[in-house]
Structure formats: C-alpha cells, structure tokens
Nanobody, 115 residues
Framework: QVRLVESGGGWVQPGGSLRLSCAAS????????MTWYRQAPGKQRDLVAHITSARTTTYADSVKGRFTISRDNAKNTVYLQMNSLKPEDTAVYYC?????????WGQGTQVTVSS
C-alpha cells in the first residue's frame, strides 16, 4: 500500500527558510518521479516542483530560484528546500506520487509565512 507522509512545515517569518520532507512507502521509490504541490485557502492546488527518477527538476515560476526539490532514494524521501519565503508561500504543501492513472497524496503539511 502506497503511503506518503509529509513533515517539516511550520511558521516562519518572511525571508526565512524551511525544509519539507515526504517519506514514501509501498513503492519502488527510485523509479518514479515525485511532485510537490501546495494549496492556499480558497485556491486550487498548484504544482510547486517536480523531480524525475533521473533527478531532472522543474519548478513553478513563482518559486524558481528560491525552492529546491531533491530526493534521497536510499531513504525513500523527497525534499523541498524553501528559502527566501514570502507570505504568498503560505499554504498546505502536499507530495504526490503517480502510478499509471492513480494519484497518491500525503496528508499535507502547513507552511505559514508571516511577521
């Protein structure tokens, strides 16, 4: 059974940093791409960053140069390093794994950026 567990969220002041983690189980982690999404209150869930099995990365324009996605296949974990955080980064952050036509989501972790 696929399980994704996000952690690392919290409150941070503007300009600060956080590192999110998503631990996966029930999949052959290293062979699949992984994706981070976020959803702010009242808004749709948007893609933040994506990493392939070959570690090719893509980012939403709003986070380019500030966020870095990475993966540790030995730990079955994908990370999202978030620097220079802004209030508009406030959201629940989710990781996603796709297998065929099925999407698997974690429970999300809240990130709040405010002074």
């Amino acid at each position: 059974q696929v399980r994704l567990v996000e952690s690392g969220g919290g409150w941070v002041q503007p300009g600060g940093s956080l590192r999110l983690s998503c631990a996966a189980s029930g999949i052959v982690f290293g062979t699949f791409p992984m994706t981070w999404y976020r959803q702010a209150p009242g808004k749709q869930r948007d893609l933040v960053a994506h990493i392939t099995s070959a570690r090719t990365t893509t980012y939403a324009d709003s986070v380019k140069g500030r966020f870095t996605i990475s993966r540790d296949n030995a730990k079955n974990t994908v990370y999202l390093q978030m620097n220079s955080l802004k209030p508009e980064d406030t959201a629940v952050y989710y990781c996603k794994h796709t297998r065929g036509s099925l999407d698997y989501w974690g429970q999300g972790t809240q990130v709040t950026v405010s002074s």
